[in-house]
Structure formats: structure tokens, C-alpha cells
T-cell receptor, first 106, second 110 residues
């Protein structure tokens, strides 16, 4: 069993929809990262969380340490949000989920 | 802004060639990492370095080596490239739990 599980693996949405991507982990962590990867490969860090909730523009990330679960929400989704979203947890190293591929259609 | 630069976006090499992937950071960070990314497997750690001339094996070091002669530069070396090393390679650096990634090198070994 992977130490970091993401769901769903693939997600298709219409522009304007509210989107949720989930991440569950099974190890003790120092922090949790949400990353975005566009076609072409570069990875951008969206959030780093150790508790509670963070918001940046239309993106919101939450974490529940007791339940070992985090969610990434995108409000009013847009085609430019189409990307792979990766959850990664920091233990003595960074452990990555396999990603959620999001496609937002106009 | 922190910057991590990988020298090549796309690379095609022949089986048996020695391949160098270069990564340069401009933040004076001590920690640097090399990952490979494959469909369904996510990112996996190949090697990392906490200081100049220091290196540690990650989860999948076989077939790879690294070099860190200067703090800003961390090189990944494929001594004799094989087709199963066709992959996306990503360099990263970290400070205070935050990570910055390079834009990746997509390597194809034919």
C-alpha cells in the first residue's frame, strides 16, 4: 500500500465547477505539500501545510492531522487550471502521491 | 524568487552513452535532490546532497551517480544509459521545509 494515496486519479470538469482533490497518508509528517505540474513537466509548489487551512486566490488547501487527510479545492475552475496536482508529505524525505490529472473544459 | 535551472528540457541519447543532467540553483541552499517521474509511480528519489561533495543514495540509485563540486550545482550522471532510464528527471532544492523544483528534463534512451 502506498504511503500517500490521492483520489481521484483523473478528474474532468466544466468551467466554473467547484473541484476537490483528496490526499490520505499513513505516516507521521512534518508538513504536507500540494504541487501543480503542467504539461511540459515543471512542478510548482502551491501550498505547504502543517495544520488548518490556507487560501491563495481560487485555491484552498486544508489538512486534518488527526485523520491524516488533506484536500485541495479549486473554486470557479478555469481551463488554465488543467494540470496534474500532486500531494507530497514530508517525513525524513518527501513522499509523493501519484497525482490527480485535472481537465477543465470551457 | 528562488530559481532551479535544469540545462535541458528534452534529451535523446543512445544506449550505453554516458549522460550528464545538470541542475543549478541560485538560492544558496544546501539541500539538493534528483527525482525521476514515471507514469503510475509518481516521483521517486534517486540521490540527494546536503552539502558540497556530500551525497546520499535515495530510493532508486542503481545505474546513477551524482556530483556536487560547488554548492549551486548538482549533477546526475547515467554511467551507461539504458532504455529503462527513459523518464522525466526533476531536480529540487529545499529550505525550511519548502521545496522548489526545476522544469524537468525528459530523457529518452534509444
Amino acid at each position: 500500500k502506498n504511503e500517500v494515496e490521492q483520489s481521484p486519479q483523473n478528474l474532468t470538469a466544466q468551467e466554473g465547477e467547484f473541484i476537490t482533490i483528496n490526499c490520505s497518508y499513513s505516516v507521521g509528517i512534518s508538513a504536507l505539500h500540494w504541487l501543480q505540474q503542467h504539461p511540459g513537466g515543471g512542478i510548482v509548489s502551491l501550498f505547504m501545510l502543517s495544520s488548518g487551512k490556507k487560501k491563495h486566490g481560487r485555491l484552498i488547501a486544508t489538512i486534518n492531522i488527526q485523520e491524516k487527510h488533506s484536500s485541495l479545492h479549486i473554486t470557479a475552475s478555469h481551463p488554465r487550471d488543467s494540470a496534474v496536482y500532486i500531494c507530497a508529505v514530508l517525513t525524513d524525505k518527501l513522499i509523493f502521491g501519484t497525482g490527480t490529472r485535472l481537465q477543465v473544459f470551457p | 524568487d528562488v530559481k532551479v535551472t535544469q540545462s535541458s528540457r528534452y534529451l535523446v541519447k543512445r544506449t550505453g552513452e554516458k549522460v550528464f543532467l545538470e541542475c543549478v540553483q541560485d538560492m544558496d541552499h544546501e539541500n539538493m535532490f534528483w527525482y525521476r517521474q514515471d507514469p503510475g509511480l509518481g516521483l521517486r528519489l534517486i540521490y540527494f546532497s546536503y552539502d558540497v561533495k556530500m551525497k546520499e543514495k535515495g530510493d532508486i540509485p542503481e545505474g546513477y551517480s551524482v556530483s556536487r563540486e560547488k554548492k549551486e550545482r548538482f549533477s546526475l550522471i547515467l554511467e551507461s544509459a539504458s532504455t529503462n532510464q527513459t523518464s522525466m528527471y526533476l531536480c529540487a532544492t529545499t529550505q525550511n521545509y519548502g521545496y522548489t523544483f526545476g522544469s524537468g528534463t525528459r530523457l529518452t534512451v534509444v
